[in-house]
């Protein structure tokens, strides 16, 4: 993921609805893919993952999806509460040959649930 | 259990000098890894620490270093700080170097400002 400086792409939502956030990965050799929560003055937060040979993974009130032709994923919170507002992120996890692993961090989409 | 520990949470130090940043990882694992956190943006991978060694290393400069410990805590050093390096620096561990199976938790990060 490529960081966008200091403009967060931005999300609101109505109490209760749900909220799709997307997020567009840069490696296909990338294999596993994690999504997080950040809240302000705090560290990330793990909601889910998913490896690269599913294309859907259920959680509690989030599933995400993958879609490797076009390097996308998404992240749905069913029955958005107050309590979800933050940024959100994604990661992608790749080794390259020999190397150990690291998470790469796309840009953030700061979600803002309005009562 | 404790989960990834962080010190301090807040430091702020002059440009140009030393600063040493600590981490414990979460009971069980023995990765650690850093990244560096600008206002606004993603996390950005620093190094990683497997085995008391540095075993990935993101784009970053030799003033950023650091060290593993036995006990699989670590502490990562910059020297000669700049204005730039003012960031939320994070940790995060892991079991083995691979993160295929287990989530990379992070700690709450220390706010390191340059003055």
């Known amino acids: 993921g490529e960081n966008v400086g200091l403009h967060l792409p931005t999300l609101s939502v109505q109490e209760g609805d749900n909220s799709i956030i997307n997020c567009a990965y840069s490696n296909s050799a990338s294999d596993y893919f994690i999504w997080y929560k950040q809240e302000s003055g705090k560290g990330p937060q793990f909601i889910i993952d998913i490896r690269s040979n599913m294309d859907k993974r259920q959680g509690q009130r989030v599933t995400v999806l993958l879609n490797k032709t076009v390097k996308h994923l998404s992240l749905q919170i069913a029955a958005t509460q107050p309590g979800d507002s933050a940024v959100y992120f994604c990661?992608?996890?790749?080794?390259?040959?020999?190397?150990?692993?690291?998470?790469?961090f796309g840009s953030g989409t700061q979600l803002t649930v309005l009562p | 259990d404790a989960g990834v520990t962080q010190s301090p949470t807040h430091l702020i130090k002059t440009r140009g000098q030393q600063v040493t940043l600590r981490c414990s990882p979460k009971s069980g694992h023995d990765t650690v890894s850093w990244y560096q956190q600008a206002l606004g943006q993603g996390p950005q991978f620093i190094f990683q620490?497997?085995?008391?060694?540095?075993?990935q290393r993101g784009n970053f400069p030799d003033r950023f270093s650091g060290h593993q410990f036995p006990n699989y805590s670590s502490e990562l050093n910059v020297n000669a700080l700049l204005l730039g390096d003012s960031a939320l620096y994070l940790c995060?561990?892991?079991?083995?170097?691979?993160?295929?199976?287990?989530?990379?938790?992070f700690g709450q990060g220390t706010r390191l400002t340059v003055v």
């Open positions: 990661a992608e996890n790749f080794s390259r040959k020999g190397s150990a692993r690291q998470l790469t």
């Open positions: 620490y497997y085995e008391e060694e540095e075993r």
């Open positions: 995060a561990s892991g079991f083995g170097t691979t993160f295929t199976n287990t989530e990379a938790f």
